[in-house]
């Protein structure tokens, strides 16, 4: 039987890698993102190319309304959901002071990185509770946050709580949700190399000479992608709640 995936933010970088990997795994994917379609064309077709079963809906984590409408969807389609990844996340408009960060930037990145997981998580972990389980499982979600979750970075203090959300919010649904046989997971990538990192290139560069990483080389979306493929693979059965770095060993206190 053909599973289903919803990957949020799937249309670029890290969820396009994600989304990309996931296809090739077989997973008929639901590419969930903000910006049109028709703004996306010569990925669509790089994924049919690859005879991937893909369904593009245009929608924004932060609004109720689309979270619901993109859930229902894909059941409506596929009859059902066997992995979410909510990867779809934003940084501050601007980079400011935490002495100085606004109301409204907190809210902005807030609405989407947290409260937006929060409760795409919630609406369709009530649709796979619903569903008959393949090979003894109902549901797999992984949650893309960041090292930012527990690395301090006081000129986007914004970022790092609504990270730190993420780290909570994959707990809590863990532990809520074994009982039903859905696994919930997080996957915390390092430095990345996107269009979102494109403006700080030549300052990791330096870095990464200087040896912030045991493994000294970006990250790639496909880094990411081969991990959310692992744990969406079926063969952690008896694991839920785990984070798992994708960061090149930054994580690892050293001397």
Not at 148 to 156: F, L, Y
Request: charged share 25%.
């Amino acid at each position: 039987m053909k599973k289903t995936a919803i990957v949020t933010g799937g249309s670029r970088g890290i969820g396009l890698g994600i989304v990309k990997q996931l296809g090739l795994d077989g997973f008929s994917v639901v590419i969930m993102a903000a910006s049109p379609e028709e703004t996306h064309q010569a990925t669509l077709e790089e994924l049919a190319e690859n005879d991937i079963d893909y369904l593009y809906i245009q929608g924004n984590i932060a609004n109720k309304k689309d979270r619901m409408r993109c859930i229902d969807k894909t059941i409506e389609k596929y009859g059902r959901i066997d992995v979410l990844v909510n990867n779809a996340g934003v940084a501050p408009k601007q980079r400011t002071d935490i002495l100085n960060m606004t109301e409204e930037s907190y809210d902005y990145v807030m609405d989407t990185n947290t409260k937006g997981t929060m409760f795409m998580t919630q609406y369709a972990a009530n649709k796979m509770i619903k569903q008959e389980p393949i090979d003894g499982i109902r549901g797999i979600i992984v949650n893309v946050s960041s090292i930012s979750a527990d690395v301090s970075s006081t000129n986007r203090g914004e970022y790092c709580v609504s990270k730190a959300g993420i780290s909570m919010i994959t707990k809590l649904f863990a532990d809520r949700l074994a009982s039903e046989n859905i696994y919930v997971y997080e996957i915390r990538p390092g430095i990345i190399e996107t269009d979102m990192t494109s403006a700080v290139k030549e300052k990791y560069d330096r870095l990464f000479e200087q040896g912030i990483c045991p493994i000294k080389r970006w990250g790639t979306p496909e880094d990411v992608g081969l991990a959310v493929s692992a744990l969406c693979s079926a063969k952690f059965r008896y694991t839920t709640g785990q984070c798992i770095y994708v960061d090149g060993g930054f994580h690892i206190q050293r001397l």
